[in-house]
């Protein structure tokens, strides 16, 4: 059992385990893990209905060695093929898309070696459709293109949005605030520097005290010099 992420921090699954109240089955996808290193869902690995993308063939080739149900995609608004920019430097920073202060920070690391290549891509409702699979929980980590996926959500009928979201935060974290609002999730605590929130659920309910240290725990996040969040 993974007890600690390579940040030292406890992986998503463990703190959404502590927080709210979880049925006994429940699918989840996870996006932008690229390796069994830093999968936050491990710990649900066959035990749970878990779906890991990654668009990089080096970190599916990885993540299949504990689970077939991995898919070599990336989630974006629409379905077909992207070009995507591949970070020589940290592959755990490739993406769809740069905000430009994250790339700046990256140029100050000396992190900013890229290539562009071509991948597959799908928008959220039909990679549901082709698994023929609600998911309940959501872990969206890929690098500032969160809003465009946010957005691609907004047509949705409700059944189809997970009941538990996991989202790092980003550099434009209040225009990604706005969707989620929009589409009916309320925030229920911080931690590190991703936000967890939920829709009304009677099988997915945050626990009061819980999150309520979360959130003590967690007033803000700096990164790079510059405010990701307040949490007041």
Not at 29 to 35: D, I, K, R, T, V
Not at 136 to 149: A, F, K, N, R, Y
Request: one cysteine or more; hydrophobic letters at 35%; charged letters at 25%.
């Amino acid at each position: 059992m993974k007890e600690l992420m390579p940040n030292g921090k406890k992986p998503i699954s463990t703190i959404i385990e502590e927080c709210y109240t979880l049925p006994d089955r429940f699918s989840v996808l996870e996006c932008g893990a690229f390796s069994v290193e830093y999968l936050e869902t491990e710990n649900w690995v066959g035990k749970q209905n878990v779906w890991l993308i990654e668009p990089l063939e080096e970190g599916c080739k990885d993540l299949r060695k504990i689970t077939s149900q991995v898919i070599q995609t990336c989630l974006t608004d629409y379905t077909g093929d992207v070009e995507f920019t591949v970070n020589t430097s940290e592959a755990g920073h490739s993406t769809i898309e740069y905000h430009p202060e994250h790339w700046e920070i990256l140029k100050q690391l000396s992190l900013d070696k890229t290539h562009s290549q071509s991948a597959r891509c799908i928008d959220y409702k039909t990679l549901q459709d082709n698994l023929s699979v609600v998911f309940d929980i959501l872990v969206l980590d890929i690098e500032e293109h969160e809003s465009t996926v946010l957005k691609s959500m907004l047509p949705l009928d409700p059944v189809y949005l997970p009941k538990v979201f996991c989202i790092e935060c980003g550099y434009d974290w209040s225009k990604k605030k706005e969707v989620l609002n929009k589409l009916g999730y309320q925030i229920d605590f911080y931690s590190f520097n991703n936000c967890y929130l939920s829709r009304p659920s009677d099988s997915f309910v945050p626990k009061k005290e819980e999150t309520q240290a979360m959130n003590e725990a967690n007033r803000a996040f700096i990164y790079g010099g510059r405010l990701i969040y307040d949490n007041p």
